[in-house]
């Protein structure tokens, strides 16, 4: 069974510019979670969505947007790029089930954004 | 205060030995408890669940302690191949609608 899948791999922004990262989740799973990491650090929450429908949202700036499509897969949008938005962008699914197991997140290898 | 808090490393320390990470939390209404591992340059990899009950998998072993609103990860008999990068995982929510990561530590294990 294919994992998460994340596009591109690498992207070299320069300041100002917007980008677009995709993400598909493992078959089955109804929730993505978008996070950020930069090097020496541990990822920092973006965003949630279940079923199409944002439910939770870290402390990003308003230039950071996402969405959810009807078969799960996600975009995560950032707009007017900031040197300080490098880093490796990390999406990973969830089943969403009662128990603790549910929550259990499965990352993608990530899209590494340069902004230049 | 940081609302997840992990041993700050990095841990050196040779094959075969015993290794304890701790990692604390800040907000009592966390839900669910990880334990994941990132290698150089890759995505983080679940390693384990924690529940108050404990758990073990092979050479690890979890721990949870709501009151004190602390985990520990215990690795025994370490391999080189165990060092990476271990991160605790706190979700505040049903399905992580706020999930918060430690910063991580940074394990080396030596021959």
């Known amino acids: 069974d294919a994992g998460v899948t994340q596009s591109p791999t690498h992207l070299i922004k320069t300041r100002g510019q917007h980008v677009t990262l995709r993400c598909s989740p493992i078959?089955?799973?109804?929730?993505v979670s978008w996070y950020q990491q930069v090097l020496g650090q541990g990822p920092q929450f973006i965003f949630q969505?279940?079923?199409?429908?944002?439910?939770g949202r870290g402390n990003f700036p308003d230039r950071f947007s996402a969405r959810q499509f009807p078969n799960y897969s996600s975009e995560l949008n950032v707009n007017a790029l900031l040197l300080g938005d490098s880093a490796l962008y990390l999406c990973?699914?969830?089943?969403?089930?009662?128990?603790?197991?549910?929550?259990?997140?499965?990352f993608g290898p990530g899209t590494r954004l340069t902004v230049l | 205060r940081k609302e997840v808090e992990q041993d700050p490393g990095p841990f050196n320390v040779p094959e075969g030995a015993t290794v304890a990470f701790n990692c604390t939390y800040s907000?009592?209404?966390?839900?669910?408890f990880f334990w994941y591992r990132q290698d150089c340059r890759k995505e983080p990899k679940l390693l384990m669940s924690v529940y108050s009950s404990g758990n073990e998998d092979g050479r690890f072993t979890a721990q949870l302690n709501r009151a004190s609103q602390y985990i520990s990860l215990l690795i025994r008999d370490s391999k080189l191949s165990d060092s990476a990068t271990y991160l605790c995982v706190v979700n505040m929510g049903t399905g992580g609608f706020k999930t918060i990561f430690g910063a991580g530590t940074r394990l080396f294990v030596k021959a």
């Open positions: 907000n009592s209404a966390s839900q669910s």
């Open positions: 078959s089955g799973h109804k929730s």
């Open positions: 969505y279940y079923e199409k429908e944002e439910r």
């Open positions: 990973a699914s969830s089943l969403i089930q009662r128990g603790s197991q549910g929550d259990t997140q499965y």
